[in-house]
């Protein structure tokens, strides 16, 4: 193990939210056994006084996992120059089998936790807690993973070796790799161009319509949930191309770097953003006829619309910006 | 109707030093009367009133305030309700429901000092975020009610016993509420201004309040506008009379 500031800072943090989420599952289990609003009971009282705690401390414990994806991926960034072969995060998280895994879970656990966080401030919103079940039962999935997650971040930084010699993202993000990332690399460009600007008229238009007329929910939520793996395709298939004006680099780790304005980052968090706004936008729908949320939710699902519309205008914005303002032409 | 269902309040619980302050109440006050609860010191008159008016929680048992009490109350995120149980509310949503349905009067008055009976008074609206002009006009009319109208500009400290407790009172019905809950209100006033109190209080019962006055004063419990005299002993109902 590598003993970097910045891993020393993720495992401690990752601990914490274990401890955190791991505690706040065991009271939720309490909470989906034992609530029953109708009893004015000393246990229910106590059920009542805690959730509010409980659930406030979540609320913070899973923002610092929102910050601890960004923390890990600019440690992976920083960290490329210690391994023979890396230029850059794509690299460092290949060091070993456990990187990329890490990676995948966090971004699971980012929207998952921002879901929790949506579903949480509805509750919290709403006199009778109308959604306490299934918010702690949401929180009985994601603990676990939050643990997993730890477990493999952990395992990555254990195995880390400096005298790995790791492979660059060129090889990692080329078309002839044989794995999925190459796969993806491959794709026919104007296939590609046409799957993400699709998708994403799709949701600008079924969000705008689900805006101002409440109409189109499922539709909006399962495109703009759609819009993130499509746009993370679409940067390596074809809007990475336009960054790096190279027409072989399509890596999605070297946005990050200095060279490039670090737009990768803004780029990231909009596509997160985006994702989760839309999710939650969805996951609020079958809880419309709960009269104690009938006036809270539906001021709550624009907001999320807006805020997924300009998330994905963000970063479609950036994009298209770039592929004009570039001299690099791919098609013709 | 306040109904209260099982109210048990225990201090200190599982602890040495545990204390049941109340110990198994159920109960229903009546909307548009004056009761008075009344026991020795110790008796848990005082836990009572704070669990009726939402200043504590029980430890178990649920209160519910019904319909008559909440006409045109309209709570933000609850709604217009024709009742509400208040022992599971969060606290964002109790504070608003305790500050537009009880007003308080205390033993001490607990009237700030260094500030005039004005400011006073106009204190407990300032929370409901409503005109300073329109506030502070309605403090003023209530000066006036209690006559006190040329003690507005006196700071609190200038005021005798009585003046005091007449500023409590304006203050408490600041935000208009349908329920005054009184704690040991007469305790340091005496047999006169005792007298005045209770003639306000018949005042307010004509006007719809609804009065919860914890005393074991004779003087309280046994004037003519008082509809009900609830006997408390060791934390429980021990009988009840006129």
């Known amino acids: ?332 | 109707m306040i109904k209260l269902s099982g109210i048990i309040k225990i201090f200190n619980s599982g602890r040495t030093n545990e204390f049941v302050a109340v110990g198994g109440v159920t109960l229903a006050l009546e909307a548009n009367r004056v009761t008075v609860l009344k026991g020795p010191s110790g008796s848990g008159k005082t836990t009572l009133l704070s669990l009726i008016g939402c200043m504590a929680r029980p430890t178990s048992g649920r209160i519910t305030l019904h319909n008559g009490l909440l006409s045109g109350k309209r709570f933000s995120g609850i709604g217009e309700v024709a009742e509400v149980e208040v022992t599971s509310l969060p606290e964002r949503f109790l504070t608003e429901v305790r500050r537009q349905t009880f007003g308080f009067i205390f033993q001490q008055f607990n009237l700030v000092k260094g500030v005039t009976a004005l400011e006073n008074v106009m204190l407990p609206a300032y929370p409901l975020g409503e005109k300073h002009d329109t506030v502070r006009r309605r403090a003023l009319d209530l000066l006036e009610m209690f006559g006190l109208k040329a003690r507005a500009a006196a700071r609190v400290e200038w005021l005798s016993g009585g003046e005091a407790q007449r500023v409590a009172i304006a203050r408490a019905l600041m935000n208009d509420p349908p329920v005054i809950i009184a704690d040991e209100p007469t305790a340091h006033l005496d047999s006169k201004l005792s007298v005045d109190f209770m003639e306000i209080i018949a005042k307010l019962k004509a006007q719809g309040k609804t009065t919860v006055i914890a005393s074991h004063d004779p003087l309280v419990c046994g004037a003519a506008m008082v509809d009900r005299v609830i006997a408390v002993r060791d934390g429980r109902i021990d009988g009840e009379g006129p």
């Open chain 1, 1 to 332: 193990m590598i003993l970097h500031p910045a891993i020393v800072a993720l495992v401690l943090v990752s601990l914490l939210l274990t401890m955190m989420s791991l505690a706040g599952a065991f009271f939720g289990i309490r909470i989906i056994r034992r609530w029953d609003l109708s009893s004015g009971s000393e246990e229910q009282l106590v059920l009542e006084r805690q959730t509010y705690l409980i659930s406030t401390i979540l609320s913070y414990v899973l923002v610092f996992e929102i910050g601890s994806l960004f923390l890990f991926i600019y440690t992976a960034d920083s960290m490329h120059t210690l391994f023979t072969g890396a230029m850059c995060a794509a690299g460092t998280l290949y060091v070993d089998s456990y990187g990329y895994p890490a990676l995948l879970l966090k971004i699971l656990n980012v929207i998952l936790a921002g879901l929790w966080l949506i579903f949480n401030g509805v509750d919290n919103r709403a006199y009778d807690y109308p959604l306490i079940r299934k918010k702690y039962a949401m929180l009985l999935i994601l603990a676990p993973l939050i643990l997993a997650e730890t477990v493999v971040q952990t395992l990555y930084f254990t195995r880390m070796n400096a005298d790995v010699i790791t492979s660059c993202c060129g090889s990692l993000f080329s078309l002839e790799g044989g794995s999925l990332p190459s796969d993806i690399a491959a794709l026919p460009v104007k296939a590609a161009m046409a799957g993400f600007f699709s998708v994403l008229g799709l949701t600008l238009s079924s969000g705008l319509v689900y805006r101002f007329t409440g109409r189109l929910g499922w539709l909006f939520s399962f495109s703009g949930g759609l819009f993130f793996p499509v746009a993370g395709a679409a940067f390596i298939a074809f809007i990475s191309l336009y960054f790096y004006e190279l027409p072989t680099h399509r890596c999605p780790f070297c946005v990050l770097q200095r060279e490039y304005g670090y737009i990768g980052y803004p780029l990231y968090a909009a596509l997160l953003v985006g994702v989760i706004c839309a999710l939650g936008v969805g996951l609020l729908i079958p809880f419309r006829n709960i009269s104690s949320l009938a006036g809270i939710l539906p001021r709550v699902q624009r907001k999320l619309t807006l805020g997924c519309l300009l998330a994905y205008l963000t970063f479609a914005g950036i994009t298209v910006l770039q592929m004009v303002r570039t001299d690099f032409i791919l098609l013709d």
